[in-house]
């Protein structure tokens, strides 16, 4: 069975840094990518940040581009979120998802993904 759990969201001030980290479980995680999605009250949910199976490939959206980073330990089966220079309109539940490995990949559509994680909320005080 496989399984992705979030943690490491909580209440930051503007400005602020939080690292959210996901544990996979139940897969080869190097045989999927991964993504992170957010999703804000009334908001659809949004691509974030996306990493290949092996690390050497990140992608972001352009919301976040120079403040996020993404990286991987296969050994440990985690993918950890860094997210620095956070702001108000960056609150949301983030999630973590993976991907079969696969060509063609699109790693900014949710669709893309096979399993996905409950969540965990960051709130950004301005």
């Known amino acids: 069975q496989v399984q992705l759990v979030e943690s490491g969201g909580r209440l930051v001030q503007a400005g602020g840094s939080l690292r959210l980290s996901c544990a996979a479980s139940?897969?080869?995680?190097?045989?999927?990518?991964m993504g992170w999605f957010r999703q804000a009250p009334g908001n659809e949910r949004e691509f974030v940040a996306a990493?290949?199976?092996?690390?050497?490939?990140?992608y972001f959206a352009d919301s976040v581009k120079g403040r996020f980073t993404t990286s991987r330990d296969n050994a440990k089966a985690t993918v950890l979120l860094q997210m620095n220079k956070l702001k108000p309109e960056d609150t949301a539940v983030y999630y973590c998802?993976?991907?079969?490995?696969?060509?063609?990949?699109?790693?900014?559509?949710?669709?893309?993904?096979?399993?996905w994680g409950q969540g965990t909320q960051v709130t950004v005080s301005s």
């Open positions: 998802a993976a991907a079969r490995d696969r060509p063609g990949w699109d790693h900014g559509n949710s669709r893309e993904y096979d399993y």
């Open positions: 139940g897969v080869a995680p190097s045989a999927y990518a």
């Open positions: 990493i290949n199976w092996s690390g050497s490939r990140t």
